[in-house]
């Protein structure tokens, strides 16, 4: 099983930067085709506004699957019973604001996939809302089998170690992307991802 947790961020958590743990997707793990889209309970975090959120982070994702891979990767399910991934809500946790649980046999993921996010406080210009958006979707990236990337200004930064932050170029597009998360940065990855994946699925 891989644990895969997402650190406070650099600037906007007052702290270091998004930090994945020793054990990472290898980019080589997926879903087959038939599968998606994946049904993905969210159970309520007891805030509408941080549920929103989460379902918003649902709703991005689609819309960049179905402009990549012609299809959608994820369905609302109403409970946990059967659900494809499951995304809990959970106090908050010593540097870590979320940890995707994956197994894979062969390459394939499997199922269930759990996601459990730890929800903060606003930090600087950055929303609570926003926040746990970006967790969430950086989460449900790593649910379809996306590792980390070098890339500052995606969704789903960082290889731990891999961005020098002294460097004021790599540091605002980092704090910018965490500031703005956006699923669209994730798009490329995604389509690349399951192209290679699918062509050499049995």
Not at 110 to 135: D, N
Not at 156 to 167: A, E, I, Q, R, Y
Request: some cysteine; aromatic content about 6%.
């Amino acid at each position: 099983m891989r644990l895969l947790p997402l650190a406070l961020v650099l600037a906007l958590l007052v702290a270091s930067p998004i930090r994945a743990s020793d054990v990472e997707l290898s980019g080589a793990e997926g879903h087959p085709r038939d599968r998606f889209p994946l049904a993905v309970h969210i159970t309520p975090s007891g805030e509408a506004s941080l549920d929103a959120a989460a379902k918003r982070a649902l709703g991005d994702w689609n819309a960049v699957s179905d402009g990549t891979l012609g299809l959608l990767v994820f369905r609302g399910a109403a409970t946990d019973t059967g659900a494809d991934v499951t995304v809990t809500f959970h106090g908050e946790a010593a540097r870590l604001m979320g940890v995707t649980r994956v197994a894979t046999t062969g390459g394939v993921i499997e199922r269930p996939v759990r996601i459990t996010i730890f929800p903060m406080e606003a930090r600087g210009q950055t929303s609570r809302e926003t926040l746990v958006y970006q967790v969430v979707a950086h989460e449900l990236g790593h649910a379809l089998g996306l590792a980390h990337t070098r890339d500052p200004q995606s969704l789903m930064c960082c290889v731990h170690g891999s961005l020098d932050f002294n460097d004021p170029v790599a540091r605002q597009a980092y704090v910018s992307a965490r500031r703005n998360p956006d699923v669209r940065t994730a798009a490329l990855q995604l389509a690349e991802h399951y192209a290679k994946f699918w062509k050499r699925a049995p």
